[in-house]
């Protein structure tokens, strides 16, 4: 029992960890700091709103709804299966907010950094058709090096926060160790070029 407790503890804490630092509020925090850095800080708030809309807000919510209805078990969306039927529908919102800020004239970096999220996406797709990825340290590295390139190198020290979600994902049992780092290079690697390539 006393074994147990602790045992219980820490998982209690790794589910926090996982369920806070998930790839939706990551995506909101990501948004907001770089629409507040824009030379016209209002007009980057407004189109950072339109990016944490359809990249985080809309696909939470199908996410719950497909909980409701029974055809995803999780909000982290834990079973492979269900991630190749929710994954597609993420990569059609945010294909919309890439649209809108073509077509409304947003400054480049929030357009670097929606095209930088579905280069993310269409790059774990299909390695999701057959190996369960992390999305959790891709999304979080994915913002790191977003911000890094865009706003601040000392972003970087917030790397050892994608250490402790990869820890947490391992704790619970969600993901294995190999996934949690093929989730961090790819992430970071994906993001910070394509970021970087759209003048980010």
């Known amino acids: ?41 209002l ?12 990249s985080a807000v809309i696909p939470m919510a199908y996410i719950k709804r497909s909980m409701r209805a029974g055809t995803v078990s999780d909000q982290h969306v834990g079973n492979r299966a269900s991630r190749m039927v929710v994954l597609p529908v993420i990569m059609g919102s945010v294909a919309v907010a890439l ?26 797709l299909p390695i999701t058709a057959f190996w369960k990825i992390s999305l959790h340290t891709a999304v979080s590295t994915g913002a790191i090096a977003v911000l890094a390139v865009g706003v601040t190198w000392w972003v970087l020290l917030a790397l050892p926060v994608v250490g402790l979600i990869g820890w947490s994902r391992v704790e619970i049992r969600d993901h294995t160790v190999g996934q949690v780092i093929a989730g961090t290079v790819v992430g970071g690697a994906v993001a910070g070029f394509a970021f970087a390539l759209m003048g980010g």
């Open 1 to 41: 029992m006393t074994t147990a407790q602790p045992a219980q503890a820490t998982n209690r804490r790794a589910q926090l960890i996982t369920d806070g630092l998930k790839p939706s509020n990551i995506l909101i925090i990501e948004c907001l700091v770089l629409g507040a850095v824009q030379d016209n800080m």
């Open 43 to 54: 007009t980057g708030l407004a189109w950072s709103i339109v990016g944490l809309l359809f």
């Open 99 to 124: 649209i809108a800020m073509y077509v409304g004239g947003a400054p480049q970096q929030m357009k670097a950094l929606v095209v930088s999220m579905m280069a993310t996406l269409l790059v774990i």
